[in-house]
């Protein structure tokens, strides 16, 4: 059984940033498809970025686009969320899903438990 766990959320500025990992108990991620999700208070569960398994195709959601990076470390299978000039309206709980030799974006069997984010001054 795959577990995933995220951590590196926080509270944080407007403007500045974060950095939320992914890993995965048991297994690297190495040959996984990854999503990245949040889900605001009050709002439905949004896709902010995927990666396919082979690394070569990387989607960025509009709100997004151009402040976030996802990233993966082979050498470890850790999967990245650099997330840069951050907003009020970044603040949600993040989620990291995952799937085998997955798509991007993909139908993840795996998620994690979600790291919450809260952009304010």
């Known amino acids: 059984q795959v577990q995933l766990v995220e951590s590196g959320g926080g509270l944080v500025q407007p403007g500045g940033s974060l950095r939320l990992s992914c890993e995965a108990s048991?297994?690297?991620?190495?040959?996984?498809?990854i999503g990245w999700f949040r889900q605001a208070p009050g709002k439905e569960r949004e896709v902010v970025s995927c990666?396919?398994?082979?690394?070569?195709?990387?989607y960025y959601a509009d709100p997004v686009k151009g402040r976030f990076t996802a990233s993966r470390v082979n050498v470890n299978g850790t999967v990245y969320l650099q997330m840069n000039s951050l907003k009020p309206e970044d603040t949600a709980v993040y989620y990291c899903?995952?799937?085998?030799?997955?798509?991007?974006?993909?139908?993840?069997?795996?998620w994690g438990q979600g790291a919450e984010v809260t952009v304010s001054s």
């Open positions: 990666l396919d398994s082979s690394g070569g195709n990387v």
């Open positions: 899903a995952a799937e085998l030799w997955g798509m991007c974006p993909g139908t993840y069997d795996y």
């Open positions: 048991g297994v690297v991620l190495n040959y996984f498809g």
